[in-house]
């Protein structure tokens, strides 16, 4: 057993290894970690009553059926949001409240770009509205790496409060909606409150660069009319029906697609509806593939054989008090990055479902892997929203996880804090 544990640890280490050097993509990492860690624990590949072929490829790869519906659903009302207008006018409201003073134009940002993220999040949306507000803040006087901070900030604390998301902890963990939108206050405000504290320092501090900005093709904010106001409402609609009144993640998009189309009164709408669910379904497709991957790792680790090969480990690391909660999860957060074992959309997903099956509260679980999620959503240079903002802003990835790490850790340090009052561990 203590060389399984050694074989499996190994390929842990090999496989972020080789996805931090690029050598390997996480899409392709995530089944082969998944057959391999099985193979390793004995379990067959065909044949008896758990194997590979249909107990971890195939059951696996409809584990995370929710997580992917909501995750094509909520790229299909970020196009329409995108189609009618609203994304556009969001912005450009913003711009004029803020005028060109760089720091309340960087918060008026962070505001909207919360919002419209979570609604919908995803590297099609990153592009649409990271194209309108870094040239914008850049001419107010804003660095490059602030402007690009912003934007990631922003998608940070929306990627918190969206819908789609949520889906992926509903799956992993098997927790009831309601409890997993009930914690995302907690998981939300201290990542809030940092960004707004960083925003604010960096500002001050990084001195005024106003430039001359080319606006790329489709950027211009003059080039179409606002949607009326009363549809600007449209990107909350599904927040709150899932958080007020718990409706179902997929139902509460499709009436936010609805309630869109009857404010902002499209043209063609039926074209709008058709072009936006295919182009929704081709801007999360990269990110189903990476789910159908965790499903698999999932239904690998969860295996008996592989549960009885790791039981040991994982009880050894399961916090025993409020102290070791807060520093195992606060300390190992950078573990987060890179597809590590704090990343729900890498290994984390598995770690986090052995913690769980293991003793661990399942609701201290989430709220510790979501907390750590925050340090991957905004500093993790693997990310694709991440190497697209540094490309735009001509700035090296680098450099955003160097500045951004310590602000991070800080909010997900509060959260644990907060959460070791709250949640029984």
Known sequence: MTLQIIGILGLFVIMVVLMMTRKLPTILALPIM??????IAGIPFLGGEFDIANGVIETGAMRMSTAIAGLFFGGFFGKVLSK??????????????????????????????????????????????????IPIMISAGLSPMVAGTVLLLSNGIGVTF??????????????????????????????????????????KFSGKTRKAWAMPAGGDLSSEKNVRSIALISPIIPVLLVFIWHLPLVTAIIIGIIVTLILSTPKNAVQVVSSAFVEGIQD??????????????????????????????????????????????????????????????????????????????????????????????????????????????????????????????????????????IVTL
């Not at 998944?34 to 193979?39: H, M, N, S, V």
């Not at 913003?94 to 918060?107: R, S, Y």
């Not at 799956?171 to 504290?197: F, M, N, R």
């Open 162 to 203: 969206s819908v789609s998301t949520l889906a992926v902890y509903i799956d992993v963990l098997g927790l009831p909606q309601e409890t997993v939108t009930s914690y995302s206050l907690l998981c939300g405000i201290p990542l809030i409150v940092v960004a707004v504290i960083m925003i604010v320092f960096t500002t």
């Open 284 to 421: 999360t497709a990269g990110a189903a593939a990476l789910m159908i991957g965790i499903g698999m790792v999932l239904k690998a680790v969860m295996a008996p054989e592989v549960a009885l090969v790791l039981e040991p480990l994982i009880k050894a690391i399961i916090p025993s008090s409020k102290i070791m909660f807060i520093l195992i999860f606060g300390l190992l957060s950078p573990l987060a990055i890179y597809r590590g074992p704090l990343n729900v959309w890498g290994l984390g997903s598995g770690i986090i479902a052995l913690l769980a099956a293991s003793g661990m509260n399942p609701v201290a679980a989430m709220i510790a892997l979501r907390l750590d999620s925050n340090v991957q959503a905004v500093c993790d240079p693997t990310n694709s929203h991440n190497v697209w903002v540094a490309d735009f802003t001509k700035t090296d990835v680098n450099e955003f996880t160097k500045k951004s790490m310590v602000w991070i850790m800080a909010s997900t340090f509060v959260g644990l804090i907060i959460a070791s009052f």
């Open 84 to 133: 009618v207008g609203v994304t556009r006018t969001i912005i450009r409201k913003a711009a004029e409240m803020a005028g060109d003073k760089p720091l309340p134009i960087a918060l008026a940002f962070l505001v909207v770009c919360s919002i419209i993220f979570a609604a919908s999040n995803g590297l099609g949306m990153i592009i649409l509205v990271g194209t309108i507000i």
């Open 34 to 39: 998944a057959i391999g860690i099985a193979l």
